[in-house]
Nanobody, 114 residues
Framework: QVQLVESGGGLVQPGGSLRLSCVAS???????LGWYRQAPGKQRDLVAR???????NYTDSVKGRFTISRDNVRNTLYLQMNSLKPEDTAVYYC?????????WGQGTQVTVSS
């Protein structure tokens, strides 16, 4: 069992920055970590993923603006979000894949508005 706790969300103006964090309760080997987001009335979509080798992939709409990273010593996943846009407004969820199991955090709200 892996528990994930996100933090760092909030209200920011367009063009601003936020950094999300996700702390994992277990130091077990995690193959892949990721951030997803869900806007009201929409499905949950991938934002970015990073595997245990450090390889990353991003959805096209955030490329060049968001950076995913992981600290394996602190069991923490990060998402640095720059040049935020109103369309980035959503609940952001941390995801971990451990073997054949999928784990989710409770989500953190990000609101981009002037």
């Amino acid at each position: 069992q892996v528990q994930l706790v996100e933090s760092g969300g909030g209200l920011v103006q367009p063009g601003g920055s936020l950094r999300l964090s996700c702390v994992a309760s277990s130091s077990r080997s995690v193959f892949s970590l990721g951030w997803y987001r869900q806007a009201p009335g929409k499905q949950r979509d991938l934002v970015a993923r990073i595997n245990s080798f450090g390889s990353t992939n991003y959805t096209d709409s955030v490329k060049g603006r968001f950076t995913i990273s992981r600290d394996n010593v602190r069991n923490t996943l990060y998402l640095q979000m720059n040049s935020l846009k109103p369309e980035d407004t959503a609940v952001y969820y941390c995801n971990a894949v451990v073997g054949s199991y999928d784990y989710w955090g409770q989500g953190t709200q990000v609101t981009v508005s002037s």
